[in-house]
């Protein structure tokens, strides 16, 4: 079986700051690929990054920036200098086959971020 | 551009009705999904298809069936339609499996589902 908790479900910070959303995954896989999507008011899931399991190599892209760390099965989020157009929710999902042939894609349930002016 | 394209943006239908909710992909992705998403739950997988005909259920398949007769059409099935499944229904199309080029998934623009 495989699992994505985003333990916080609303964040709510002031323009400018800093914040980290928090994913961990559960899957018996080895190789399996972790996601993060954007989703405005919109509505439109927008991607934001892939990472395979064999690349634990930090990112960083403009004031994104992701913490993949395979000995806690995490794959954290962090915003740099917080603006009012990050507000949206923010899912983090995970694809692996858990030992089967096929590859499944499981969210968590999402973190609603708040950036206020 | 990757296009993944449902059918209707929004749908009211009647208890009991059958529903046909229908996506579309244009990147010959292999791997097709359905999700709903409701509010303070995310998106929960009912079905995946990773092949044409080919099918499997996802976390809560349960009142719902699939259809895959071609690669680029992925169509999810409402039996006799119930309240609770009012929702807003995602399809997406990924291209993913061990020793093939990876891609992340493509989202439609989603279905709001309104059963009455």
């Known amino acids: 079986a495989q699992k994505v908790t985003q333990a916080q479900t609303e964040i709510s910070v002031v323009e400018k700051e800093d914040v980290t959303l928090d994913c961990v995954y559960e899957?018996?896989?080895?190789?399996?690929?972790l996601f993060w999507y954007k989703q405005p008011p919109s509505g439109e899931l927008v991607f934001l990054i892939r990472?395979?399991?064999?690349?634990?190599q930090n990112e960083i892209s403009g004031r994104y920036s992701w913490n993949f760390q395979k000995s806690t099965s995490s794959f954290n989020f962090t915003i740099t200098a917080s603006q009012v157009v990050d507000s949206a929710v923010y899912f983090c999902?995970?694809?692996?086959?858990?030992?089967?042939?096929?590859?499944?894609?499981?969210f968590g349930k999402g973190t609603l971020l708040t950036v206020n002016p | 551009d990757v296009k993944v394209t449902q059918s209707s943006r929004y749908l009211v239908k009647r208890t009991g009705e059958k529903v046909f909710l229908e996506c579309v992909q244009d990147?010959?992705?292999?791997?097709m999904f359905w999700y709903r998403q409701d509010p303070g739950l995310g998106l929960r997988l009912i079905y995946f298809?990773?092949?044409?005909?080919?099918?499997e259920k996802g976390d809560i398949p349960e009142g719902y069936s699939v259809s895959r007769e071609k690669k680029e059409r992925f169509s999810l099935i409402l039996e006799s339609a119930s309240t609770n499944q009012t929702s807003m229904y995602l399809c997406?199309?990924?291209?993913?499996?061990?020793?093939?080029?990876?891609?992340?998934?493509?989202f439609g623009q989603g279905t709001r589902l309104t059963v009455v």
């Open positions: 997406a199309s990924s291209l993913t499996g061990t020793g093939r080029v990876n891609t992340e998934a493509f």
């Open positions: 990147m010959d992705h292999e791997n």
């Open positions: 899957t018996r896989d080895t190789t399996y690929y």
């Open positions: 990472r395979n399991s064999f690349d634990e």
């Open positions: 999902a995970l694809e692996s086959n858990s030992g089967g042939s096929n590859y499944k894609l499981t």
């Open positions: 298809s990773y092949d044409v005909k080919m099918k």
